[in-house]
């Protein structure tokens, strides 16, 4: 028989006992229950649903993957049955976690109702989104990178730049800063273009290799020198699938700020010191 971690299961299933289960007599013939516990049904459905996220395994059949996941829910039934009787859920911080638990669970449900009905995108926009990004599709291209940080002070800052200035190769602007004694750490990366932040993706699309960009934070001087690119284009019906994918999603999303930009206007929310809308602590 194939072992399970007991724990990662117990995990995954935690949030499903939040809703709770019905009782058997209060379910009808909406739920078909896998067990019951002491006249607590627990769904079939829930187990599924679990035992699908787990998903195949050689060495195991699907009905042994759900009779440990039922195991497991079984287990947290008489323990959620003993909580209740010990009333811990009148605890404060029980209370809470509860109530983040239900919030989470029936905000997703909402968010799939609300964007259940988005337009899958038409050839004429997947085309447009492909032409309209050269640089992710048919001017497409790998990135090797060299991340060097160097420990600064702002009377030694200048001299880093300077160095970097100078130096196109990697290694030997390590050496350089080294030989000044500056504390120097760093790695080679390769990224690609679709990896990058886009506005990290747009100034190294104007670099030529050798070329550095550098950023200051915190006492540390960050050098990333593009130390060669490879082109590798990638033609429309190979990114058709991902484009169709990214503007559903991003339909979704739009459909979501907009829903979440109408509930805010109507709903009447009050903060309490010392906490404050996110816009407000900005200033």
């Known amino acids: 028989m194939p072992r399970f971690n007991v724990l990662a299961l117990t995990a995954a299933l935690s949030l499903l006992f939040v809703a709770g289960c019905n009782k058997a007599d ?31 395994r050689s060495d195991a059949q699907p009905q042994t993957i759900a009779n440990l996941v039922l195991k497991n829910v079984i287990d947290q039934e008489l323990l959620a049955q003993e909580a209740d009787k010990a009333k811990l859920a009148e605890k404060s911080d029980v209370q809470w976690k509860l109530a983040a638990a239900r919030r989470q669970i029936l905000a997703q449900a909402e968010l799939e109702a609300m964007t259940g ?32 940080v160097v420990d600064t002070t702002p009377g030694n800052v200048d001299k880093v730049r300077e160095l970097a200035g100078k130096n196109t190769d990697a290694r030997t602007l390590a050496a350089a800063l080294q030989a000044q004694g500056f504390k120097v750490g760093g790695q080679e990366v390769v990224k690609a273009a679709e990896e990058l932040p886009k506005e990290l993706l747009e100034k190294f699309s104007a670099l030529k290799v050798g070329q550095s960009l550098t950023m200051e934070q915190a006492g540390k001087f960050n050098i990333v020198m593009l130390e060669g690119v490879q082109e590798q284009p990638v033609s429309l019906d190979q990114a058709k699938q991902s484009i169709g994918q990214y503007l559903i999603n991003d339909k979704k999303r739009h459909q979501l700020e907009t829903q979440l930009d109408k509930l805010r206007s109507q709903a009447k929310i009050e903060y309490r010191a010392p906490y404050a809308a996110a816009e407000q602590a900005k200033n």
Do not use: C, M, R, W
């Not at 497409?140 to 060097?148: F, M, S, T, V």
């Open 26 to 56: 209060k379910t009808g013939a909406d739920l078909k229950p896998a067990a019951l516990v002491n006249g607590q049904a627990i769904a079939a459905d829930q187990i599924q649903s679990e035992a699908e996220k787990i998903g195949p």
């Open 117 to 148: 009905n988005a337009a899958a995108p038409t050839d004429a926009e997947i085309k447009a989104y492909y032409d309209g990004h050269p640089e992710l599709f048919s001017h497409h291209k790998i990135y090797k990178l060299a991340n060097l």
